[in-house]
């Protein structure tokens, strides 16, 4: 049931997204970093998911909103922001059962003009992938001269989900694709980051 419920709500939401896929992003400074994109993002999907069961991206807006206020996380959520590597970790476990875990990213594209902001998110169910039913890998360019970014299809990939997870990079730029198998086991290739786009197909 819990399975149903994720991905209907995956479904739902990305058809809402659909309709409306560009955000702005306020920020103070010379230039934005992986918190205004993420706050820039998920303020937009509590704003814009109405149609939608918020459980799954609320909690995230939850989260980055009380790092914003210096505040502790809830128990069971994790909440990890690398700044200087353009980097966002969350993690919710529910009872050790069940797990949401997501990423936030970005990169410098090679023209100085862009910049290329990536959310990714996995579940899992008794600690192994729960291979696709609410994994989900969207991207958005940045236009420095507007503030705005726009969602786009895979950069130089084509998207899977029932068998595959993805990987941002904390470090480095280039994402990992893990290919699951019947029985759990993981194959992964690596697509390297060119400035515009990513090798792979």
Not at 72 to 99: A, C, H, S, W
Not at 106 to 123: I, M, P, Q, T, V
Not at 141 to 151: G, H, L, Q, S, W
Not at 182 to 188: A, F, H, I, S, V
Request: aromatic letters at 16%.
């Amino acid at each position: 049931m819990k399975r149903i419920t994720f991905t209907l709500l995956f479904v739902c939401c990305t058809l809402a997204l659909a309709a409306q896929d560009v955000i702005r992003v306020n920020y103070k400074g010379a230039k934005p970093t992986i918190t205004d994109f993420a706050w820039a993002y998920l303020s937009w999907l509590d704003r814009e998911s109405e149609e939608c069961d918020r459980e799954g991206f609320a909690s995230q807006y939850h989260a980055m909103e009380r790092y914003r206020k210096g505040q502790p996380q809830n128990e069971y959520t994790t909440f990890t922001v690398d700044e200087k590597n353009g980097y966002i970790l969350y993690e919710r476990d529910y009872n050790g059962e069940y797990m949401i875990r997501t990423e936030m990213c970005y990169w410098n594209e090679a023209d100085g003009k862009h910049k290329l902001f990536a959310y990714n998110s996995c579940c899992y169910e008794d600690g192994k992938v729960s291979h696709g039913q609410f994994d989900g890998i969207e991207f958005y360019r940045y236009d420095n001269a507007t503030k705005k970014m726009t969602m786009i299809e895979a950069p130089g990939f084509e998207t899977e989900f029932y068998d595959t997870s993805y990987t941002l990079p904390r470090v480095g730029k280039d994402i990992i694709v893990n290919k699951w198998d019947d029985n759990g086991r993981k194959r992964q290739k690596t697509l390297k980051w060119n400035g515009r786009r990513f090798s792979g197909k």
